[in-house]
């Protein structure tokens, strides 16, 4: 676990990339994207073994089942598309029935599915901060961009943590990942640090010259 400042808020990042906010008790989640491999067969592309979601909320509700949040909260794209919150298979749609007995739900719409479980909004205001799915005026959480970080020739999903946006990595299980140090997210993000998932959760700063610096 990472402990993380952020427009006064302590948060903690979690090596699964989930983010927990103490004083809050809630768990925030980006980008499951539950139903990406049906998705992509049914539109004719790629045919990939359909376990990514079950992973995926394999992963989700033991975090669920750690933590004991009040309130879990999903920042957009948490099915790949309208279609899949339809198509979920009895498993998933168990489990996913499990963490709603356990805790609070509230989806934040995405640009892949303005849908979602539970109570369902295009964001909201916790405290300082507001919450949806692409980042706009700060200080705000989100998600969308998939970010990744590099350190030690090794490519890892990322918070990225800056003046007036945090970040979250994508937490589905296929999914891809944009660069933390291209154009697009560090002239988003600005200077601050990348917190990158997995064991140790090392630190690394991003921005301008510290693209290739590491902590």
């Known amino acids: 676990m990472r402990e993380i400042t952020f427009a006064g808020q302590r948060l903690i990042a979690q090596p699964s990339g ?5 004083e809050e008790d809630s768990l ?3 980008d499951l994207h539950l139903g990406k491999s049906e998705r992509m067969a049914r539109r004719g592309g790629a045919l990939l073994p359909p376990f990514e979601s079950l992973d995926t909320v394999i992963r989700l509700e033991a975090e669920v089942l750690r933590l004991r949040p009040s309130r879990l909260i999903s920042l957009g794209d948490a099915f790949d598309d309208d279609a899949a919150a339809g198509e979920i ?5 168990g489990r996913l029935t499990r963490i709603a007995a356990q805790t609070e739900l509230l989806w934040i719409a995405g640009n892949h599915d303005p849908i979602g479980l539970g109570r369902t909004v295009e964001e909201t205001q916790i405290g300082p901060l507001t919450l949806r799915h692409i980042a706009g005026a700060g200080p705000d959480l ?9 350190i030690a020739r090794r ?5 990225l943590v800056g003046r007036d946006h945090l970040i979250l990595p994508a937490f589905g299980t296929y999914t891809g990942g944009l660069d933390c140090d291209g154009p697009e ?7 601050g640090i990348a917190v990158l998932t997995g064991p140790g959760m090392p630190v690394r ?3 301008q010259s510290a693209a290739r610096q590491s902590l």
């Open 18 to 22: 989930a983010l927990y906010w103490p």
């Open 28 to 30: 925030i989640v980006a």
């Open 89 to 93: 298979a009895p498993e998933i749609a």
């Open 142 to 150: 989100s998600g969308h961009y998939h970010p990744k970080a590099t």
């Open 155 to 159: 490519s890892h999903r990322a918070f």
């Open 185 to 191: 997210l560090s002239s988003l993000v600005g200077a």
């Open 205 to 207: 700063p991003i921005g």
